[in-house]
């Protein structure tokens, strides 16, 4: 594999953020994907939610499978923990090391070959354990980086560049993640930032598992306008429900919104989503009526877009199985051996 690092020179004007970090500090190295991919526009939000967050790298552990999605974890946060697992296996990675230190935030990157087939069990699992991360999928419909199969995403209505279609029905991400139990789940488009990075922000501050279903368009294998996942036909059948604003909850909060259109959520750390209503009656926690709308607007070849789902109870998987506070690298001998009296004073409460 080649790296290409990007040159050092910046402009001394560049905005800084809280930590004096500018956009080029949460980079990676030179995209090799095609030209116009949409998966360099998803790492391009990445790059802007944290550097609007203001985290810092080190606090980031971005994990992958396979997949030209599964490169993109080396474009951005150069500075970051990564770890490139194998296809369909980045859900197991990502598990154990939230498991060993719940203090960092994980950013998981999939395709929806790596997700949806390989890696169908692990993304079920991850879900209903509501592993606290990001989880994006880079949706193209096809196998990318293999050279233009069908995946499981991809709608039996929708045609490749050599005009086939798949017998199959198609797996819907979103939906299957809040019947499984996620917390947030959204749906956007690699050709929205004004809505993806909102959407971003406010998954990475959620505590929980969050899912975001971006469509990103393959402009090698799967983008004439009879593709559903073309950027053609996704501006066009763009239904987008709901529209967030976000304010991360370290400075006081001002935020003044029309009422009636929109709900004020506050998340566990103090954050702030403002969920503008687009759609009329719809209600982003109201899990029924969401697989409803889900399943009507997919059946009109409508791609329901925005924060489709919302669980405002954040809950995750160390409050589920009450874990320790501490990451496990921190706890001494002493923690961990609290010897013989606790021992016995634990075999007696079994007999
Ligand atoms: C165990 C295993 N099986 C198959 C492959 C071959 N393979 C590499 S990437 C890929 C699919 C990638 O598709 P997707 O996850 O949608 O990502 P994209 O390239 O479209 O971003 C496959 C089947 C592999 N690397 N490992
Ligand atoms: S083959 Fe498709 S998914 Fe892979 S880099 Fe090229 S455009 Fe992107």
Same mark, same amino acid.
């Given at each position: 594999m080649t790296y290409l690092s990007k040159p050092k020179f910046r402009h001394p004007k560049l905005p800084v953020n809280a930590h004096g970090l500018t956009h080029r500090d949460y980079e990676g190295v030179v995209s090799t994907l095609? !030209?116009? #991919?949409g998966h360099d526009s998803i790492s391009a939000a990445v790059i802007e939610a944290c550097f609007e967050l203001d985290?810092? @790298?080190?606090r980031i552990a971005k994990v992958s499978g396979i997949g030209c999605s599964a490169k *993109?974890? /080396?474009? =951005? +946060?150069?500075r970051s923990h990564g770890f490139n697992s194998v296809h369909g296996r980045m859900p197991s990675v990502a598990t154990g090391a939230n498991l060993a230190n719940r203090d960092l935030i994980y950013i998981g990157v999939s395709g929806d070959g790596d997700t949806a087939s390989i890696g169908l069990g692990q993304f079920s699992h991850a879900v209903r354990r509501r592993l606290n991360m990001l989880y994006l999928v880079e949706n193209n419909g096809t196998y990318g980086l293999t050279k233009g199969q069908a995946s !499981?995403? !991809?709608?039996?209505t929708s045609k490749n560049k050599k005009g086939l279609s798949t017998p199959f029905e198609s797996i819907d991400l979103a939906a299957m993640a809040i019947e499984l139990g996620a917390g947030f789940v959204a749906r956007s488009f690699s050709g929205d930032k004004a809505q993806l990075v909102p959407l971003m922000k406010a998954a990475i501050r959620y505590r929980g598992f969050a899912l975001i279903d971006v469509i990103s368009? #393959? $402009?090698? =294998?799967n983008n004439p306008p @009879? &593709?559903?996942? &073309?950027y053609d036909y996704v501006r066009e059948h763009n239904a987008a429900l709901d529209r967030v604003d976000f304010v991360a909850g370290r400075a006081q909060i001002t935020a003044d919104y029309e009422a009636g259109t929109t709900t004020n959520v506050t998340l566990h750390d103090g954050s702030v989503m403002a969920l503008h209503k687009? @759609?009329? %009656?719809? %209600?982003?926690? %109201?899990k029924a009526n969401v697989l409803a709308t889900l399943h009507r607007l997919k059946s009109a070849g409508e791609i329901a877009t925005g +924060? +489709?789902?919302?669980?405002?109870?954040e809950t995750d998987l160390h409050d589920l199985i $009450?874990? *320790?506070?501490?990451? +496990? /690298?921190?706890?001494t001998e002493d923690d961990l051996c609290p010897g013989s009296a606790a021992l016995a004073a634990i075999n007696a409460s079994h007999s």
């Open positions: 095609c !030209a116009g #991919c985290i810092e @790298a080190h *993109t974890t /080396n474009y =951005f +946060l150069g !499981a995403t !991809a709608d039996p368009p #393959c $402009v090698t =294998f @009879a &593709s559903t996942k &073309s687009l @759609a009329p %009656d719809y %209600d982003p926690c %109201d +924060l +489709l789902y919302l669980e405002k109870d $009450v874990t *320790t506070q501490r990451p +496990l /690298n921190e706890l």
